[in-house]
C-alpha cells in the first residue's frame, strides 16, 4: 500500500502541467452542452432570500418572539445573506445570465450589497485574479498559505521593506 502511495506521488510529481486553456479545451469537448447552459431559475433565490431576511429582521426588531426562536431566526438571516453571496457568485461567473451585463450588474449589486462589495470589485478580485492564480500564494488575494504570512500582510510596518513587498497584497504583486 505505502509502495503503491509513493509510486502515486511519484507519477504526480513527473507530470507535466499544461496551460489551463488546454484543459478547459478537453473538458468541454467531453461533456454535453446542456452543462454549460446558464441557469436562470436561480434568479429566484434572490426574492426568496430577500424576503427571508426582510422578515427576519422585522420580527426580530419588533420583538415578538420567545427568546429561544431569536438565534434561529438569525442563523437563517445569516444563510440568507450567504445564500446571496453564492447566487451573486455564479451570477457574476455567468453561470445564471449570459450576456445583459447591466441586469448583471444591477443584480450583482443587491446580491453583494450586504458586504458593501461592487460587483466591478468582486470580477476583478474574484474572477480575474482569484480564479486566474488560485491558490497561487503569492498572487491568489485569497490565499494567506501561513500565519507569518498573514501577519506580515496586516502588520507591514514591523517588516523590512523585502518581506512588505512579498507579503502584500497578492493582486498587486507580481513575480
Ligand atoms: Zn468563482
Redesign the pocket.
Given at each position: 500500500m505505502l509502495s503503491s502511495l509513493g509510486t502515486a506521488r511519484t507519477l504526480n510529481l513527473d507530470m507535466e502541467l499544461q496551460p489551463a486553456s488546454v484543459y478547459v479545451k478537453e473538458l468541454r469537448a467531453g461533456l454535453p452542452s446542456k452543462v454549460f447552459a446558464p441557469a436562470h431559475s436561480r434568479l429566484w433565490w434572490i426574492p426568496v432570500h430577500l424576503a427571508l431576511i426582510t422578515t427576519g429582521i422585522l420580527v426580530l426588531a419588533a420583538g415578538v418572539l420567545p427568546w429561544i426562536a431569536v438565534p434561529l431566526v438569525s442563523l437563517v438571516i445569516g444563510a440568507s445573506f450567504a445564500g446571496l453571496t453564492f447566487v451573486g457568485?455564479e451570477l457574476l461567473?455567468g453561470g445564471i445570465i449570459r450576456g445583459h451585463s447591466r441586469l448583471r450588474s444591477v443584480l450583482g449589486w443587491i446580491c453583494f450589497a450586504p458586504f458593501n462589495l461592487s460587483p466591478r470589485l468582486w470580477i476583478a478580485w474574484?474572477?480575474r485574479t482569484?480564479?486566474a492564480h488560485t491558490n497561487d500564494p503569492v498572487n491568489d488575494p485569497d490565499m494567506y498559505p501561513t500565519r507569518a504570512r498573514y501577519d506580515e500582510a496586516v502588520e507591514p510596518s514591523s517588516r523590512s521593506t523585502t518581506s512588505r513587498s512579498a507579503a502584500g497584497a497578492g493582486a498587486a504583486h507580481s513575480v
Open positions: 457568485h461567473h474574484h474572477n482569484h480564479h
